[in-house]
């Protein structure tokens, strides 16, 4: 088993500052898990606070059954790539993968072995006697990811694993390290600050703020249930409008449109209250005619993002000061509005959330379910 448990794990450089704040995660084995959020936040911190390079000021880490919390790095049985891949520029291939079986002590042969049997399940066999210098990024970070697997470690810790490599050859790189992940199944937790980067690799996120956790959940969880506004503006490529609005019996104000009241909302706000609406922009659909139960606005820019557009629109959201929020919807490729147009917008249904306070209104997990329904 190796499953990792913080609790109340804090840590307080030298200076004060206080990167992790008494923070519980569990992360479970086998699992390729991101912590995600913006610079500063932490990620790094944890990562580092799990591998064992920085010393917790407070709580703990368990890895498995083992209370590693005190434990050097050499003795957790995790194995750490770092962002720039850490290679030794005058080793050769071979060498790189082999040196932390050389550091265990382990005999010349069984390193040799083990090094080509890696090499060769990562596509390296061909390349065992270059050096990193005559080496393509992607395949420096295959060297780096062999170098880490050919311990067979317990854990895996990658920090921002894609960012040394352009835009194509990371996507390429990140199929490959899914797949990789899936073959292994090892406990994997990585660092980005990419919200579409933790989408597309993860089984579960944590999504950080100043040394806290603010969410942790599936990809679909954090993406189309933000526990509160800070991961709803965080994640998604798009960020999610958020608009302020009033309860009006069972509908909702924004300026003078009327918008039906989120399904899970019912019973959870009061009449008369203020909140924020949420929705993503590729949960809006666009109307040039007047519909019913829509937000309109004035069109101000559209953004060809290829097969799709970005439209922003001005929406009065406030009949008493003229108050305006922009609100952004994507629109399907040749039904593209025109700057200046009047337009309207279109809510899917179970697609809006309410947030009170910056934290979501809701009456469960589930969209619909009332509280006491779900025991
Ligand atoms: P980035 O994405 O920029 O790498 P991060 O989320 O990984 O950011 P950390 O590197 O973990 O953030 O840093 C968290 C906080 O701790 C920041 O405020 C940072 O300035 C501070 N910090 C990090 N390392 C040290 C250190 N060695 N000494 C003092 N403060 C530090």
Same mark, same amino acid.
């Given at each position: 088993?190796?499953?990792?448990?913080?609790?109340?794990?804090?840590? #307080?450089?030298?200076?004060?500052?206080?990167?992790?704040?008494?923070?519980?995660?569990?992360?479970?084995?086998?699992?390729?898990?991101?912590?995600?959020?913006?610079?500063?936040?932490?990620?790094?911190?944890?990562?580092?606070?799990?591998?064992?390079?920085?010393?917790?000021?407070?709580?703990?880490?368990?890895?498995?059954?083992?209370?590693?919390?005190?434990?050097?790095?050499?003795?957790?049985?995790?194995?750490?790539?770092?962002?720039?891949?850490?290679?030794?520029?005058?080793?050769?291939?071979?060498?790189?993968?082999?040196?932390?079986?050389?550091?265990?002590?382990?005999?010349?042969?069984?390193?040799?072995?083990?090094?080509?049997?890696?090499?060769?399940?990562?596509?390296?066999?061909?390349?065992?006697?270059?050096?990193?210098?005559?080496?393509?990024?992607?395949?420096?970070?295959?060297?780096?990811?062999?170098?880490?697997?050919?311990?067979?470690?317990?854990?895996?810790?990658?920090?921002?694993?894609?960012?040394?490599?352009?835009?194509?050859?990371?996507?390429?790189?990140?199929?490959?390290?899914?797949?990789?992940?899936?073959?292994?199944?090892?406990?994997?937790?990585?660092?980005?600050?990419?919200?579409?980067?933790?989408?597309?690799?993860?089984?579960?996120?944590?999504?950080?703020?100043?040394?806290?956790?603010?969410?942790?959940?599936?990809?679909?969880?954090?993406?189309?249930?933000?526990?509160?506004?800070?991961?709803?503006?965080?994640?998604?490529?798009?960020?999610?409008?958020?608009?302020?609005?009033?309860?009006?019996?069972?509908?909702?104000?924004?300026?003078?449109?009327?918008?039906?009241?989120?399904?899970?909302?019912?019973?959870?706000?009061?009449?008369?209250?203020?909140?924020?609406?949420? #929705?993503?922009?590729?949960?809006?659909?666009?109307?040039?005619?007047?519909?019913?139960?829509?937000?309109?606005?004035?069109?101000?820019?559209?953004?060809?993002?290829?097969?799709?557009?970005?439209?922003?629109?001005?929406?009065?959201?406030?009949?008493?000061?003229?108050?305006?929020?922009?609100?952004?919807?994507?629109?399907?490729?040749?039904?593209?509005?025109?700057?200046?147009?009047?337009?309207?917008?279109?809510?899917?249904?179970?697609?809006?959330?309410?947030?009170?306070?910056?934290?979501?209104?809701?009456?469960?997990?589930?969209?619909?379910?009332?509280?006491?329904?779900?025991?």
């Amino acid at each position: 088993m190796s499953a990792i448990t913080m609790r109340e794990l804090t840590k #307080v450089y030298p200076g004060g500052v206080r990167a992790l704040d008494a923070l519980d995660l569990d992360i479970v084995d086998g699992e390729f898990f991101a912590l995600l959020g913006p610079s500063g936040c932490g990620k790094t911190t944890l990562l580092r606070t799990i591998a064992g390079l920085e010393v917790a000021s407070g709580g703990s880490v368990h890895i498995g059954e083992r209370n590693v919390t005190n434990l050097p790095p050499g003795k957790r049985d995790v194995a750490m790539v770092f962002q720039d891949y850490a290679l030794f520029p005058h080793m050769t291939v071979q060498d790189n993968i082999a040196y932390p079986l050389r550091i265990k002590k382990v005999d010349r042969r069984e390193r040799t072995g083990k090094a080509a049997e890696t090499a060769d399940e990562l596509g390296l066999s061909a390349l065992l006697q270059r050096r990193p210098g005559q080496l393509s990024g992607g395949q420096q970070q295959r060297v780096a990811l062999a170098r880490a697997m050919a311990c067979h470690p317990q854990v895996f810790l990658l920090d921002e694993p894609l960012s040394n490599l352009d835009a194509r050859l990371r996507l390429e790189a990140r199929t490959f390290l899914k797949r990789l992940q899936r073959e292994l199944g090892v406990t994997t937790v990585f660092v980005t600050h990419d919200q579409a980067e933790a989408l597309a690799l993860a089984d579960r996120i944590a999504v950080m703020e100043g040394g806290r956790i603010r969410q942790v959940g599936t990809p679909t969880e954090v993406f189309r249930r933000p526990a509160n506004t800070f991961v709803a503006g965080f994640i998604g490529s798009t960020p999610m409008n958020l608009v302020g609005t009033r309860v009006r019996g069972d509908e909702l104000a924004v300026g003078a449109a009327r918008l039906p009241l989120p399904d899970d909302a019912r019973g959870q706000v009061t009449d008369g209250e203020r909140l924020v609406y949420a #929705v993503r922009p590729e949960y809006l659909d666009y109307s040039p005619t007047q519909v019913a139960g829509a937000l309109s606005g004035q069109v101000v820019v559209v953004e060809n993002l290829g097969s799709v557009s970005l439209v922003s629109l001005d929406v009065p959201t406030d009949d008493t000061d003229g108050g305006a929020s922009s609100v952004q919807v994507v629109v399907a490729e040749g039904r593209e509005p025109d700057p200046g147009d009047t337009g309207w917008v279109v809510p899917r249904p179970g697609r809006s959330l309410l947030y009170r306070d910056g934290d979501l209104v809701t009456a469960g997990a589930e969209a619909g379910v009332p509280a006491a329904a779900q025991g």
